[in-house]
Structures are given as structure tokens and as C-alpha cells.
């Protein structure tokens, strides 16, 4: 039994979890594994699992996964048939019976909140009540598994705020209605009293409930594992840190094309 932690670039994907017709990174790596004669194609292997199901869109630094194979297993080699926008970059050896969903006694996420004119004291403000334990019924469509004990801080950083989820598990889209909330809050469309509806035991739907932040700015960038201690692999992290480098550079490319897009349609720039 090994695990191995993943980074990705979640945008080209629609989630972990694999799907029958739609690319995923779940799918991406079985093919891997079925590709390196680990498994028959595209199979499970025995004792495998995953730290979390991230939704279409979200990236991750620390996805972890766990399954039986062989030694010879390792990150570089899974790099080798994983698509450039996953990369193996750590991995450890686990106990028998160990499970990556269930053995991780805390998961972290990052958002990162484009709010150049957002109140930052009512932002953390709106943080603050939604941290301890919670039942989140009003943010999330699941049913059950509602009630964590959260820690949310928010951080600014420039034009952004950083806000940080930490928990032991995560209902479904909590994470991203827990950005709208954040926001909300900080830019004066929700008040304190609408925290602690949300919080109450009535539910709260139709236009007065929460919808979910986009998923693209939110990583997953911890799942922890007392009893696992990880190496890091040289080559493969070095790969997959030119591979990362390679999309920002992408993303200031892109930003800047936009800028003068911008410029001009405002009148920046006059076309002759």
C-alpha cells in the first residue's frame, strides 16, 4: 500500500470522481495505472481511495491517493503517463488497511478571492461566525454529514483575500458557500443577522439562499495524515513545478491580452 499526493490544474476536468463520459482526474489517473500494467484497464486496485472528491473546476496541491502496487510505483513514474496537468510529487508508504478518505483527520482548502474593494473586518467578521462547530444544512445540497467543526480565517493579500477552510470533512459545495457568505458580508449584501439565519435550524432557499462561489480559485492544498510521513520526490515535484510555472506564465499572458482588450474597448485605444 502507497499513497501519493497529486497536484492539478482543475479547469480541464469535470472532478475527481470518475465519470463514463466526461474527462476527469479520477479517470486520468486509472488510465495511468492500467497504461503502466498496475491494473487491467481502467480497474480499481485493491485498497484504493482518494482524501476527497473535488468538485469541476477545483485544483488541488495535496490530493492524496492510496492503493496496492507494486514498489517500482512511484511518483516519477506515474508522470510519465499522467496528462501535464496532473503530477505525482510525493508519496509514502501505509499501514495494511490504510484508507485515504477515512484516515485523514484534516482537509484544507484555499480560496482565493479577487476583492480589491471588499470590507475586510466584515469579511473576517463573517469568518469568525461561521467557525467552531456548525450545522451548514443551508450551505450545502446534502442531506446528511451537515454538521462540522470548521476553522475559517481570512487573509489579505493585495487585491485578493485569501480565505482558508480547514476541517475534518466537507459537505458538498460548503466550501464555496462559505466564500459567498465572506463576501456578502464584506461587501455590505448580506448583514451579521443573515450569518446567523443561515446557522439557525430553519432552511433558507429559493432567492434567499446561498449559491456557490466559482470553483476555480479554490485548491486543496492539505489532507493530513498522522501516520503517514511523505517524501518527496525531486524529479517528479520538479516536473511538476515547471508544469505550474508554465500555466502562470499562461494566466499573465492571458491577463495581459485582456488589459489591452479592456484599454481599447474603453477608449484607451482608438482603432485606425
Known amino acids: 500500500m502507497r499513497a501519493f499526493r497529486l497536484a492539478y490544474d482543475g479547469r480541464p476536468f469535470h472532478g475527481f470522481q470518475r465519470q463514463p463520459s466526461v474527462p476527469t482526474v479520477e479517470n486520468a489517473l486509472l488510465s495511468t495505472l492500467a497504461a503502466l500494467g ?13 482524501a476527497g472528491r473535488t ?3 477545483v485544483s488541488a496541491l495535496a490530493q492524496t491517493v492510496a492503493f ?6 512511484s511518483p516519477r513514474a ?12 510525493a508519496a509514502a ?3 495494511d488497511g490504510f484508507h485515504a478518505t477515512h ?3 484534516r482537509r484544507s482548502y484555499v480560496y482565493d478571492l479577487y476583492a480589491p474593494e471588499l470590507d475586510d473586518d466584515g469579511a473576517r467578521a463573517a469568518a469568525d461566525a461561521l467557525s467552531g462547530e456548525r450545522d451548514f444544512h443551508n450551505l450545502t445540497p446534502d442531506e446528511t454529514g451537515t454538521r462540522r467543526d470548521l476553522s475559517l480565517s481570512v487573509e489579505r493579500d493585495g487585491d485578493f483575500l485569501v480565505v ?3 476541517a475534518g470533512g466537507f459537505a458538498r459545495e460548503l466550501v464555496r458557500r462559505l466564500v459567498s457568505v465572506v463576501r456578502g458580508v464584506g461587501s455590505g449584501d448580506l448583514a451579521p443577522s443573515d450569518v446567523d439565519r443561515l446557522l439557525g435550524p430553519e432552511s433558507v432557499e429559493g432567492p434567499d439562499g446561498i449559491p456557490p462561489a466559482p470553483p476555480e480559485p479554490l485548491v486543496l492544498v492539505e489532507a493530513t495524515y498522522p501516520e503517514l510521513t511523505f517524501e518527496r520526490d525531486p524529479d517528479a515535484a520538479a516536473s511538476a513545478a515547471e508544469v505550474f510555472e508554465g500555466r502562470r506564465r499562461d494566466g499573465l499572458v492571458r491577463a495581459r491580452v485582456a488589459e489591452r482588450i479592456r484599454e ?6 482608438q482603432s485606425r
Not at 481599447?264 to 485605444?269: C, E, P
Open 38 to 50: 498496475v491494473t487491467d484497464e481502467e480497474e480499481v486496485p485493491p485498497g484504493y481511495a482518494a
Open 55 to 57: 468538485d469541476a473546476g
Open 68 to 73: 496496492d502496487c507494486p514498489k517500482w510505483c
Open 78 to 89: 506515474l508522470n510519465s503517463r499522467l496528462p501535464g496537468s496532473v503530477r505525482a510529487w
Open 93 to 95: 508508504d501505509a499501514p
Open 103 to 105: 484516515d485523514a483527520v
Open 164 to 166: 482558508r477552510a480547514t
Open 264 to 269: 481599447g474597448v474603453d477608449g484607451g485605444t
